[in-house]
C-alpha cells in the first residue's frame, strides 16, 4: 500500500520570502507523483506531476518540486511567494503504469502568505 | 485541458432523504472516475471507483447500500446518497483519466459540497 506524509499542517510565510512544503511517500513500487492546490471551497487544480525523466519538476505559478527517490521525497518549492498563493497544497501519488489508479493523497499543508 | 463538472455543486437535503451527485466528462471518455470525500480541513479519501458497464469498487469501511454509484456512459458517473445523515455532510469531488489517452493526469471535477440537516 501507498502512503503520503506532509509534515506540516501549516506554513506562514511572509510574502516575497520562499516557501518549501514537504512531502514524503512510502510504496512498495514505482510511483507517480503529483502537487496539487486547493483553494477555498473549489477543487483541485494540478500544479506540477512527475512521472519519470529529470527529478526537478516545473509547475505552474512559479512552483517546482524535486524527486528523490532516495529520500522518498517529493517536496515543492517556491523562491518568492504572492498573497495569492494562500491555499491548501496537497501531494498526492499513484502507483501502476495505466494511469488509472485512483490517488492517494497527503494530510495537506495550508500556505498562509502574509503582507 | 480535460474538463470534469458536477451538479449539484451544493445541495442542502434533510435527513433521511437521498441525494444524487453528478460527474461528467465533458470533452473525453472516462471508462473510469473515482469518488473522493473531503471533511472540513482534513485531505481527500477515496470512496469509490466507478467503472462503466460494470460494478463500482468501494473502499474499506464505505458503505456500498449508502453509496449508491452508477457509471452509465463512458462520460457520466452518478453517486446516490440514500437516507443521508448529518454525518454524510461533507465535500464529495469526482476525477477521471481520459481513458482515450495515455495519461497519468486525474482531472477533478470542482466538487459538490452536502449539507444534510
Known amino acids: 500500500a501507498q502512503s503520503v506524509t506532509q509534515l506540516d499542517s501549516q506554513v506562514p510565510v511572509f510574502e516575497e520570502a520562499p516557501v518549501e512544503l514537504r512531502c514524503n511517500y512510502s510504496s512498495s513500487v514505482s510511483v507517480y507523483l503529483f502537487w496539487y492546490v486547493q483553494y477555498p471551497n473549489q477543487g483541485l487544480q494540478l500544479l506540477l506531476k512527475?512521472?519519470?525523466?529529470?527529478?526537478l519538476v516545473k509547475g505552474i505559478n512559479g512552483f517546482e518540486a524535486e524527486f528523490n527517490k532516495s529520500q522518498t521525497s517529493f517536496h515543492l518549492r517556491k523562491p518568492s511567494v504572492h498573497i495569492s498563493d494562500t491555499a491548501e497544497y496537497f501531494c498526492?501519488?499513484?502507483?501502476?503504469?495505466?494511469?488509472?489508479?485512483?490517488?492517494?493523497f497527503g494530510s495537506g499543508t495550508r500556505l498562509q502568505v502574509q503582507p | 485541458g480535460a474538463v470534469v463538472s458536477q451538479h449539484p455543486s451544493w445541495v442542502i437535503c434533510k435527513s433521511g432523504t437521498s441525494v444524487k451527485i453528478e460527474c461528467r466528462s465533458l470533452d473525453f471518455q472516462a471508462t473510469t472516475m473515482f469518488w473522493y470525500r473531503q471533511f472540513p480541513k482534513q485531505s481527500l479519501m477515496l470512496m469509490a471507483t466507478?467503472?462503466?458497464?460494470?460494478?463500482?469498487?468501494?473502499e474499506q469501511g464505505v458503505e456500498k447500500d449508502k453509496f449508491l454509484i452508477n457509471h452509465a456512459s463512458l462520460t457520466l458517473s452518478t453517486l446516490t446518497v440514500t437516507s443521508a445523515h448529518p454525518e454524510d455532510s461533507s465535500f464529495y469531488i469526482c476525477?477521471?483519466?481520459?481513458?482515450?489517452?495515455?495519461?497519468?493526469?486525474?482531472?477533478f471535477g470542482p466538487g459538490t459540497r452536502l449539507t444534510v440537516t
Open positions: 466507478s467503472n462503466e458497464g460494470s460494478k463500482a469498487t468501494y
Open positions: 512527475y512521472l519519470s525523466g529529470s527529478t
Open positions: 476525477s477521471a483519466p481520459n481513458s482515450g489517452r495515455v495519461s497519468y493526469e486525474q482531472y
Open positions: 498526492a501519488v499513484s502507483e501502476g503504469i495505466t494511469g488509472r489508479r485512483a490517488l492517494t
